[in-house]
């Protein structure tokens, strides 16, 4: 197994999690504890009430979480479907953080008036709320019964607000909780639940277009692109349906996040970014053959490989060099060709063995799977090329697979977790695949970095 997936401990993985924020001064850390939680792995959507979004804006939660904000508990979402109802249903917990002195009595008494109480009132999932408000609200008697009430009455988890300096000027009790103990409540509160394989379409939508951040730089990210040709003889050759749209997607992405991207194209339809070292091949071999001066240049190894690009599974077993006339007549042999994947897959590791501190060196490897009618080979898949992501698609189903600028993908790890995303344009598909790219990296830098501060055995001069 790879580091990446080794190392991911994330303890909220796989869960949807709702967190509504209320109209406290403590409210600008909601952002930091949505960083928190989806750090955890968790797929997070915001929830404002109309006083929160005064003091913070819904930009920075949607462009965190990449879920639209909801905030007004009267609007539909655009696909008709009623935000809340969708959120509450969909999610495996609800935190509330900061929660005001009002929304506490608000929820003591079933008051649905925005979209957080509404969320809560219409879920049968857990409920962590973390309130904050002026020492004087927090010890009033009316907040002592609502919190009671939702506590002992609704079976919520309350973390309750510590001792210390207050918006106020004043000290005392009402300041929000540390957010680590929030996050431990919330995987409390799922501990002892089963993670649910989601259903895409009766999740929160997703944003799209959101920029996301200059996650990426430092990083070298080699990526192939196109469909290869297999040479019958100098004129025809047997190809494949590749536009090389999705590789040019992660290409541009990849850039615009940060990272120095090598884009290995094989035939493509469309235009090729400046800003990429372009390597243009024709065959599988000559795939193979970039890729491997790609992934192991003189210089510094490639972080990530994502190979998009529509490799021939088949080539002929013979070139001739001479056009074949009609008159000869033509019958193909064909020979298998190599899993490049699985090849790199290969050295990376025999590589990683053999380099002190192993981990680090390993790239994160992303294949793609484009398949017929059923995904259920992509799992097998995933595991017999040794790679950390795989991203597989129906490309007979309309709006995805070749020639459009829309795909449906499912992003599977070696972890098991199966993320199915909903119809989105190529270059969303390719700032997820990269999202995830990104975290891996993270994980894998972090796991290399424990292993350096392990003690070194005498014996083998190296991290234990
Ligand atoms: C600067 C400022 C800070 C506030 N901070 C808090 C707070 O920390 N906790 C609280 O309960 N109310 C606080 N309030 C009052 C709430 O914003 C107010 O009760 C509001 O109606 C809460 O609405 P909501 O619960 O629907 O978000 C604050 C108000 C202001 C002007």
């Not at 049968?124 to 907040?143: F, K, S």
């Not at 506590?151 to 000290?171: C, D, M, T």
């Not at 501060?453 to 083998?460: G, L, M, N, Y």
Request: aromatic residues 2%.
């Amino acid at each position: 197994m790879t580091a990446a997936a080794a190392s991911d401990a994330r303890r909220l993985r796989g869960r949807l999690i709702a967190l509504g924020v209320t109209g406290s001064i403590a409210a600008y850390k909601a952002v930091e504890l949505l960083r928190l939680l989806t750090a955890e792995g968790a797929d997070v959507v915001v929830l404002l009430s109309p006083s929160a979004t005064r003091f913070v804006g819904p930009l920075s939660f949607a462009a965190l979480s990449r879920h639209p904000v909801e905030s007004d508990v009267l609007d539909l979402l655009p696909d008709g479907r009623i935000g809340h109802i969708v959120i509450a249903d969909s999610a495996d917990v609800l935190v509330v953080a900061p929660a005001t002195a009002h929304w506490l009595a608000a929820m003591a008494t079933g008051l649905a008036g925005d979209v957080v109480t509404a969320a809560v009132l219409a879920s049968n999932a857990p409920v962590v709320v973390a309130p904050a408000m002026d020492g004087d609200m927090w010890t009033h008697p009316a907040t002592v019964t609502n919190v009671a009430r939702l506590r002992e009455g609704f079976g919520y988890i309350v973390v309750a607000p510590e001792s210390g300096p207050l918006a106020s000027g004043q000290s005392g009790v009402g300041r929000l909780a540390e957010l680590p103990a929030i996050v431990d409540a919330v995987v409390a509160a799922v501990a002892d639940r089963p993670v649910r394989q989601p259903n895409p379409d009766a999740r929160p939508p997703l944003a799209t277009g959101i920029p996301r951040e200059a996650d990426l730089v430092g990083r070298r990210i080699v990526i192939t692109a196109g469909g290869t040709r297999e040479p019958i003889d100098p004129v025809r050759y047997i190809g494949n349906r590749s536009t090389g749209r999705m590789g040019v997607a992660l290409a541009d992405a990849a850039l615009a996040r940060g990272a120095a991207v090598t884009l290995i194209a094989a035939a493509v339809e469309v235009p090729l970014p400046d800003a990429a070292e372009v390597v243009r091949v024709e065959s599988t071999a000559d795939l193979q053959r970039a890729l491997r001066a790609a992934m192991t240049p003189d210089g510094a190894p490639a972080d990530a490989l994502v190979m998009a690009a529509a490799v021939a599974d088949f080539t002929p077993a013979v070139r001739l060099d001479r056009k074949i006339a009609r008159a000869d007549g033509l019958t193909l042999q064909l020979s298998p060709t190599p899993d490049l994947l699985a090849d790199v897959a290969a050295s990376a590791a025999s590589r990683a063995a053999d380099a002190a501190g192993g981990p680090a060196t390993s790239p994160i490897l992303v294949g793609f799977a484009a398949e017929t009618g059923s995904l259920d080979r992509a799992p097998a898949k995933l595991r017999a090329k040794g790679i950390d992501l795989l991203v597989a698609n129906d490309v007979s189903e309309p709006g995805s697979g070749f020639g459009t600028d829309t795909n449906r993908v499912t992003i599977l790890d070696r972890g098991g977790s199966v993320e199915q995303l909903p119809l989105l344009s190529k270059r969303e598909v390719a700032d997820r695949i990269l999202d995830r790219v990104a975290l891996a990296l993270d994980a894998r830098d972090e796991a290399a970095q424990t292993a350096d501060a392990r003690p070194v055995r005498a014996e083998e001069g190296r991290p234990a």
